[in-house]
């Protein structure tokens, strides 16, 4: 199994960047997939979620109305549309799934997660 995250960069602040999870090994479609964020010197945290029904969650407030997650099961690719980015938005995203069902409130918890990808860096300047 394996999560290649990618499309993250430097961009400034009101920027958007997509980042794009390509998944393989797996059966896609059977799998809640999620993306999590860690900044320096802070613990990873659960930012979106969505689930093997396409039910799209998002745990972190600050990230509400501006990140969209989304999922193309013919493609294997999971997205996260960011807009209106922050300084406060820099960090390593990481992509990670688990197959069949989740709880809602297990979401933003990387334990609940089995496979994750490398990470990809994203950096908002002021």
């Known amino acids: 199994v394996q999560l290649q995250a990618s499309g993250g960069g430097l961009v400034q602040a009101g920027g958007s960047l997509r980042l794009s999870c390509a998944v393989s090994?797996?059966?896609?479609?059977?799998?809640?997939i999620g993306w999590f964020r860690q900044a320096p010197g802070k613990e990873r945290e659960g930012v979106s979620c969505?689930?093997?029904?396409?039910?799209?969650?998002t745990m972190v407030d600050s990230v509400k109305g501006r990140f969209t997650i989304s999922r193309d099961n013919a493609k294997n690719t999971l997205y996260l549309q960011m807009v209106s980015l922050k300084p406060e938005d820099t960090a390593i995203y990481y992509c990670?799934?688990?197959?069949?069902?989740?709880?809602?409130?297990?979401?933003?918890?990387?334990?609940?997660?089995?496979?994750w990808g490398q990470g990809t860096q994203v950096t908002v300047s002021s």
């Open positions: 969505i689930t093997n029904s396409d039910t799209t969650y």
């Open positions: 990670a799934g688990r197959n069949g069902r989740i709880i809602t409130s297990a979401m933003h918890r990387a334990e609940s997660y089995v496979y």
């Open positions: 090994g797996l059966t896609f479609g059977n799998y809640a």
